[in-house]
């Protein structure tokens, strides 16, 4: 029960000498106390407290107001719900005001066992909380030591059976290293050649660094290939910003790119690298992102600022790995050989005869009726011990084909009763005898008899499946019939009583067998089937048959019905059937026989099955004029822009008044094919203007007239506007549309776009005419073209400033081409990457990349027909296309 003592509140009382005590009833007390004080008063009152009232009362009068507020502080400390409430509410603020240092102390065991608790009761929280910062670098980690795994196991195996790799496996035992580990050190050769450090957002170059006797291309335009490349593979296939191409492969070179939060360390090896040079390498990049973070973050150009990054690079490029040239050691592969032989020999006898035998074990312990306890193998004999079922398999045989010698075998078998259902099966057979009618057999590891047989036997059977209980399989004799006479008589009444209680109109109340007779009783409804009848073909004697009914109307509808046609007498445009137990009419019939059937449905509701009257239609002349009324009202209520108010018949005429929008269809013209005559059709309708998309649009379309470029649609119940259109033309349709809003409807000029202006057109046709050229089989543009592209690039920028003012966006469509030599595949593939290149490049100068999309024509789209020098050199270009969105 909860309590409703007030929360603890501490009184401020007014610095005062008023103490709140009624003096005068103070004065008063303490008067007749002192004139009524009797030192006897207690012995005087037997059975009466012994303290006085008025002492009483005088406690109340001068410490009432304290006894009362200790009561409610005792009582609000006694519940423990109010108590936390109360505490609750001045918590915060205490809080608030503690010393940081005094309450984090404080609440630090609290908040370190209240942590505690949670991660045992939940674990899965903190890993939820942990798995987005862990998971990457796990899956990185795992990944790499797989690699490094596989690595190691692919060279193994590959110079597991090799003249190196018994030459290897000899060394390992020698110096005491593994196997694996001697195998990577002679296999894995290589070289680091080339090391580039790439700024992450520009794709300059910061620093490069090339081992002795390795040559190599401009490393500035490596670098910008390389950054071409990552944003290539990133844009064709959508990859996230995150993702970065890690390793390239061209015959022996390898390219390793490992990234960082500001610049990408590609590193070029020459061989076949261990997967453990991927830590030196970004043991490398992580120590100069430590070393250098903020000038790489801010990195420019200039190089300055990072001169000892060559330094930390230099380590790189000095892992190498060259081809140890030690002698084979010949002649102790030749001592080790003449000893395994013979002793590889001898074991491999005796593991095939250990095989052979283990085969026979195992080919004994599937057999039924047989467990072997114990074998094994010594000096060369077999021995095994165990149970064997008199009835399974013999051992001595099943070592046939084996190619065991039996005279190697010694074996010692016990006899004992399997508990096997075959095994069950065949004592069973042998002990019950069972009689031809009967059938045995095993269904689910279970016996089980099936057919007739004489109570005698069955009394046995149930015997014999008390024994099996006890721990072999059931024996199931539920499925044999009794096939004595008195069996067979009650069968043979209980097929009849069933086929009875299946009867409609029949209902058994009572039904026994008794010395011999069949006894029954009951309800039968006169249209039912003759119970006497229904004797026929259950093999029961009628003459043993005693019955009693009394007949009833059944509530099957089948009755029902068949009582309906008789006292209704329907015409034959009318049907009766039933339907879902329900009796249904349909049909034409005259309103005197409807009125019939209506109340014959009513006395059927009393309890029996629904008479549903309601398909069957009134053929009287009022009646068909109706009908047709209301089918004229519902072909105008279905018209778009007619609203029907009101509608009503009366004295053979027809009134209707409503709403029309002009633009609508004329009531008049759809009283066509109605069957009503429009001379008894009273009408009167209102002029309005349908807020339906369809008359919308017409009422645009001839108040704002738009130009032919532009096409007004209904898409949803939306009016939506497409197409090029003047500025002009587009605020009063942005008016129009206004004005539709506060009518609940919306013209959407979204896909609506201004005319182009003059000087973005001719600033567009400058660009289109522009190409990049390049040399045979070169996907970058030689030093000629570069002149070039730092007018398209400004170019570029130009167009873009000038379609944001004008409320458009541009984008540029760079499309690489290739002449006619070489193969079709190499054609689009070069084609692309000079569309690429140049991206890139036009990217390096400036242009947003978001505005440059690429792809590569091959040679399908050739600017000249390829029948001379010229146009082999006119087809190998970059051109742009200028797209206004």
């Known amino acids: 029960m909860t309590s409703t003592v007030d929360p603890i509140s501490l009184p401020q009382r007014a610095a005062s000498n008023d103490t709140e005590i009624d003096r005068e009833a103070l004065a008063s007390l303490l008067i007749e106390i002192a004139r009524n004080v009797d030192p006897d008063y207690r012995a005087r009152f037997d059975g009466v407290p012994t303290v006085d009232p008025r002492m009483e009362t005088l406690r109340q009068l001068l410490v009432g107001r304290e006894i009362s507020e200790l009561s409610r502080i005792t009582h609000l400390l006694d519940e423990p719900e109010q108590l936390a409430a109360a505490v609750g509410g001045v918590l915060p603020s205490a809080a608030a005001r503690a010393p940081h240092a005094q309450l984090g102390e404080a609440l630090a065991p609290a908040v370190e066992r209240a942590v505690q608790r949670s991660i ?40 597991i059976f090799t003249w190196h790799g018994l030459k290897w496996r000899f060394e390992a035992w020698r110096t005491g290293a593994s196997f694996s580990e001697v195998v990577l050190k002679h296999s894995l050769v290589y070289r680091v050649e080339h090391v580039f450090l790439i700024n992450r957002n520009s794709g300059l170059l910061i620093a490069h660094v090339t081992a002795d006797n390795a040559t190599s291309e401009d490393p500035q335009l490596i670098s910008s290939m390389l950054s071409a490349i990552q944003d290539f593979v990133k844009d064709s296939f959508n990859e996230k910003e995150q993702s970065s191409l890690d ?40 120590r100069i992102h430590d070393e250098c ?49 013979p002793a590889g020999g001898w074991f491999f006898l005796s593991w095939q005869s250990g095989q052979r035998w283990q085969a026979y074990v195992s080919r004994l312990g599937t057999q039924p009726g047989i467990i072997v306890a114990e074998q094994k193998v010594r000096d060369g004999q077999f021995y095994i011990a165990g149970l064997r079922d008199p009835l399974a398999a013999d051992p001595q045989s099943l070592l046939a084909g084996t190619q065991v010698d039996p005279a190697r075998v010694h074996s010692r078998w016990q006899f004992y009763q399997s508990l096997d259902p075959e095994f069950v099966l065949k004592r069973l057979t042998a002990s019950l005898v069972p009689p031809d009618s ?28 008390q024994q099996l209980s006890a721990g072999g399989p059931e024996f199931d004799i539920s499925r044999v019939r009794d096939v004595s006479p008195e069996t067979r008589a009650v069968e043979h009444w209980q097929a009849y009583v069933s086929r009875l209680e299946a009867q409609p109109g029949i209902i058994i109340a009572q039904q026994t067998a008794r010395g011999g007779h069949f006894y029954i009783s009951g309800l039968r409804d006169p249209l039912a089937a003759d119970p006497q009848a229904l004797l026929s073909g259950t093999e029961v004697d009628p003459a043993r048959v005693h019955s009693q009914w009394q007949f009833y109307q059944s509530l099957d509808p089948k009755f029902v019905l068949k009582r309906l046609m008789v006292s209704l007498t329907p015409p034959k445009s009318v049907r009766l059937s039933i339907v879902n137990d329900r009796i249904v009419a349909e049909g034409e019939a005259p309103d005197t026989w409807i009125d019939r059937a209506r109340a014959a449905a009513r006395q059927l509701s009393a309890g029996g099955p629904e008479f549903d009257i309601s398909k069957v239609r009134d053929v009287s002349p009022e009646a068909r004029a109706a009908e047709h009324w209301q089918t004229y009202v519902s072909r105008l209520e279905a018209q778009a822009g007619i609203i029907v108010a009101q509608q009503t018949a009366r004295g053979g005429h ?55 470029s532009v096409r007004l649609s209904i898409i949803k119940d939306r009016i939506v506007a497409q197409g090029e259109a003047p500025a002009a033309w587009i605020d009063r349709a942005r008016v129009a549309a206004q004005q539709l809003s506060a009518d609940g409807l919306s013209l959407e000029l979204s896909e609506l776009r201004e005319l182009t202006p003059p000087q973005l057109t001719h600033l567009r046709e400058a660009i289109q005419a522009v190409n990049i050229f390049f040399d045979s089989g070169k996907a970058v543009p030689g030093p000629e073209q570069l ?59 400036g242009v947003d990349p978001e505005l440059l999309l690429v792809r590569g024509a091959g040679t399908f789209e050739p600017a000249e027909i390829e029948n001379s020098r010229t146009g082999n050199s006119a087809n190998r270009r970059v051109s742009v296309t200028v797209n206004f969105h």
């Open 120 to 159: 045992q009761k939940s674990p899965r929280t903190l890993t939820d909380i942990l798995y987005p910062v862990f998971l990457p670098a796990i899956r990185k980690s795992i990944g790499e030591k797989i690699d490094q795994t596989f690595q190691s196991l692919n060279e193994t195996l590959r110079h």
């Open 654 to 708: 027809f009134y209707i008044s409503g709403l029309r929008d002009p633009q609508a269809a004329d009531p008049k013209a759809l009283l066509s094919g109605t069957g009503v005559d429009p001379a008894r059709v009273h009408s009167q309708w209102q002029f309005y203007q349908s807020l339906d998309p369809k008359f919308v649009v017409k009422r645009l379309m001839a108040s704002l007239t738009p130009p032919d």
């Open 293 to 341: 973070s903020q000038a790489l973050e801010q990195f420019d150009g200039d190089s300055s600022q990072l001169a000892g990054v060559e330094t930390q690079l230099q380590t790189c490029v000095e892992l190498k790995q060259e081809e140890s040239n030690q002698g084979f050691p010949w002649l102790v592969v030749a001592a080790v050989l003449l000893v395994l032989i």
């Open 787 to 845: 002149p070039v592209l730092h007018k398209l690039a400004n170019q570029l920028k130009e167009l873009a400033k000038d379609a944001r003012k004008a409320g458009v966006t541009a984008q540029f469509m760079l499309t690489g081409h290739s002449d006619e030599t070489g193969r079709e595949t190499a054609k689009l593939s070069i084609s692309a990457a000079r569309a690429e290149t140049v991206r890139a490049l036009l990217k390096k100068r």
């Open 438 to 465: 009967v059938r045995l057999s095993i269904v689910n590891d279970r016996i089980v008899a099936e057919g007739e047989a004489p109570d005698t036997w069955i009394d046995r059977a149930r015997a014999a499946a």
């Open 247 to 286: 390793t390239i492969r061209f015959g022996e070179l390898r390219l390793w790119s490992e990234v960082g939060p500001f610049a990408t360390l590609v590193a070029v090896i020459r061989g076949n690298p261990p997967e453990e040079l991927h830590e030196i390498i970004r043991d490398v990049l992580l």
